[in-house]
């Protein structure tokens, strides 16, 4: 399913473009599909260029719509996105510390990814759950309430998981 | 007894349960009724929006339903995107059958034969059952072509959101509807009358959707008995930051912010400001606490009540801190469109940014509220407009604590510098 570079291959975009529709309107779900498909959670420059050939608009457009939605990436991610809430609710309890702890644990800055690629650290807006202060999402998932000791084990198990399959 | 919209013990309902539970009884009564009567059953229940804007419902719905058109969509916002917010994850993980049945009465009433659900993509996990319950939905008959043998056909399609606060605003999520980024339209034409694909077009927050059912349900006149004379019905607040209970509260309009946070939420402690609406809402000081939560008390400070999102903030938060991370969130969320809301909040960022690390003058308050007044005035849309309400109303009670930072002192000592100054 992945060529070598850990892309979509473009038959998969075929595929997806098929399913959901070739029709304009459809290209953020079909943005969306191909991102969650790719295992470093990112759109390739190919992936772009069958997208708008597909869809026949324009790679510029695509590029636009990659670029607008902060939760679409055009650079190559983690196999797991780690997205930090720096909202003011998150922030204020301790959310500023939260980015160091992870920063340590993974021996990365915000911004960045890790040497075996596992892991990518980003901030994000708001997600909703600021019941749950300091919150993070990591892939779909929402882990509130974090500190040192949470964060650490949430990483070994997504690391373990990962070198279990 | 103000449970109008949930109740804490809801948890996801399957079909059954919630069939049992009355549900679908409104829809199909609804059904046998002309449109007309529904929306005047809206309209005497003075239910306004509450996404934010606070519209009458009503009237937006009878000038979708006046439109003559061959197509008429019926939108759902449930990107609920303003910092602090989180009633509309609730509304939709409790139950969202109840959602679901609003947003058929509404399409039934406008005359709409599509419907979208735009749910932020933050909510991603809320995909799945939301997806199953519009299935099952379509299998019971609730959903397609001739609901409930009334002849009325209607379709609900389920679209994410990428992570654009923008999107939350009505023409920006059309556009992200429609394929495109999120900039803003111009308004007029109201979506009302060119919305989706240039077609009549009612948008709604998923809690003002939600208000459609006990409308219907127990008439307005009852429902009108909830609130003020002036703010009718319920309203949930997402209450956070140093509250003993944080969480989605249903209160009556009329509740004081006190009897919320004492009675709902358990209390707080040495509270210093409280945020109300989210990070475009006013920030009040603890002396305010007594204030109504009503669009009436509200707007004689100038102020709504927003989506809703209250940030209650205790002693050890540095004012200046909070300004200047929720200057961060706006400047990074503006579209760009429009330059009042692209240029002001990149030089109020900074200035905030500077300030908090003791670079800058008195002067630099000046240029804060007058940056902010242009970009109240001058915005394109609601994000720029209401972008710096927190910090004018900060600047009007904490002047002096963001001043202080001028001299190397802060009185929390939780930012850029040690304790200090007097409090």
Wanted: charged content about 25%; some cysteine; overall charge negative.
């Amino acid at each position: 399913m992945f060529s070598k570079g850990g892309d979509i291959m473009v038959g998969k975009v075929l595929e997806i473009v098929d399913k959901l529709g070739r029709k304009e309107d459809k290209l953020i779900e079909i943005l969306i599909e191909l991102q969650n498909q790719s295992v470093y959670n990112y759109l390739s420059k190919d992936v772009i260029k069958e997208v708008a050939n597909l869809l026949d608009i324009s790679e510029t457009k695509v590029y636009g719509i990659a670029n607008f939605y902060s939760m679409l990436s055009t650079q190559k991610r983690g196999r797991h996105v780690i997205q930090i809430c720096n909202s003011a609710p998150c922030y204020i309890k301790e959310g500023q510390h939260l980015v160091t702890i992870f920063e340590d644990i993974l021996g990365i800055n915000i911004g960045e990814v890790t040497e075996d690629k596992m892991f990518s650290l980003e901030y994000t807006s708001c997600i909703g759950a600021c019941d749950q202060a300091p919150a993070a999402r990591i892939d779909e998932m929402i882990y509130g309430e974090l500190d040192r000791a949470k964060v650490f084990n949430i990483l070994a198990s997504l690391r373990r998981e990962e070198t279990d399959e | 007894m103000s449970n109008l919209l949930f109740e804490r013990s809801d948890t996801l309902l399957s079909f059954d349960d919630y069939q049992q539970a009355d549900g679908f009884k409104v829809l199909q009564c609804v059904l046998k009724k002309p449109p007309l009567e529904i929306i005047d059953e809206i309209k005497a229940s003075n239910l306004v929006g509450r996404g934010g804007a606070g519209f009458p419902v009503g009237i937006k719905m009878s000038s979708v339903q006046r439109m003559e058109s061959d197509i008429k969509y019926l939108v759902c916002n449930a990107d609920e995107g303003e910092p602090g917010t989180f009633k509309d994850r609730e509304l939709l993980s409790r139950n969202p059958l109840k959602v679901i049945e609003s947003m058929i009465i509404s399409a039934y009433a406008i005359g709409a034969s599509k419907g979208y659900l735009y749910v932020r993509g933050e909510y991603a996990y809320l995909k799945a059952p939301i997806l199953e319950a519009l299935e099952v939905l379509r299998g019971e008959g609730y959903l397609g072509k001739n609901i409930c043998d009334s002849g009325f056909d209607f379709d609900i399609e389920y679209r994410s959101g990428i992570g654009a606060y923008i999107c939350g605003e009505e023409t920006a999520l059309i556009e992200s509807i429609e394929g495109r980024s999120g900039d803003p339209r111009n308004k007029p034409p109201y979506t009302a009358e060119v919305g989706l694909w240039g077609k009549p077009t009612l948008v709604n927050n998923v809690e003002t959707l939600a208000n459609i059912l006990p409308i219907m349900d127990l008439g307005a006149e009852v429902y009108k008995t909830y609130g003020t004379e002036k703010s009718a019905g319920t309203k949930l607040f997402s209450v956070s930051g140093s509250v003993i209970n944080k969480g989605v509260y249903e209160v009556p309009f009329g509740t004081t912010l006190r009897q919320l946070i004492d009675e709902e939420c358990g209390g707080a402690e040495h509270i210093k400001f409280i945020q109300v609406g989210g990070s475009s809402g006013i920030i009040l000081p603890e002396s305010m606490i007594d204030i109504e939560l009503s669009y009436e008390a509200f707007s004689e400070l100038d102020a709504g009540l927003g989506s809703g999102a209250i940030y209650v903030a205790d002693e050890s938060v540095c004012v200046l801190d909070y300004l200047k991370v929720t200057a961060a969130f706006f400047k990074h969320e503006s579209c760009g469109k429009c330059t009042p809301c692209r240029e002001g909040n990149r030089h109020i960022e900074r200035i905030l940014r500077n300030l908090s690390q003791g670079i800058g003058s008195k002067e630099d308050i000046d240029t804060l509220q007058r940056t902010s007044l242009v970009m109240k005035e001058a915005s394109f849309c609601g994000l720029g407009q209401t972008a710096t309400s927190g910090l004018v109303s900060a600047l009007k009670y904490f002047e002096d604590e963001i001043l202080l930072h001028l001299e190397e002192k802060c009185h929390t000592g939780v930012c850029s510098f040690p304790k200090g100054g007097d409090q």
